[in-house]
């Protein structure tokens, strides 16, 4: 699950183009798995279609395409820079979980 936002969220949108892999959204808005990856369409995925947002008043961090970072920055840039702490640990991933999400999403870099 990696990093996720509390209700303590004051939607200052701070955090939302820190984020390397496009995980973070605006609360009510819908998200895509291809947004700010490179995934493509193929046989089993189609990440261009659009998601429900996971929050409605507050920003969400998708956690499925949260990767703490890993393979962008030492450390989670949005925990670094919300105003509030509002961005904590969710559930703990091991670092080698993260580097393959983050190569799943990535596939040239
Ligand atoms: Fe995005 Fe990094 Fe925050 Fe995860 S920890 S939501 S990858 S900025
Ligand atoms: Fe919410 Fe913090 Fe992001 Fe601002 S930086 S929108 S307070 S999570």
């Excluded at 605006?26 to 947002?53: A, V």
Aim: hydrophobic share 30%.
């Amino acid at each position: 699950m990696s990093i996720k936002i509390t209700e303590k969220c004051i939607n200052c949108g701070a955090c939302e183009p820190e984020c390397p892999n496009k995980a973070i959204y605006e609360g009510g808005k819908k998200w895509r798995m291809s947004d700010g990856t490179s995934l493509i369409k193929n046989k089993t995925l189609d990440p261009t279609i659009f998601q429900k947002p996971k929050k409605k008043d507050i920003y969400f961090i998708v956690s499925e395409k949260c990767t703490e970072c890993v393979g962008f920055y030492n450390e989670p840039q949005c925990v670094i820079i919300c105003p509030v702490q509002c961005c904590v640990p969710g559930n703990y991933e091991k670092k080698e979980s993260l580097i393959v999400k983050k190569n799943f999403l990535h596939r040239n870099r």
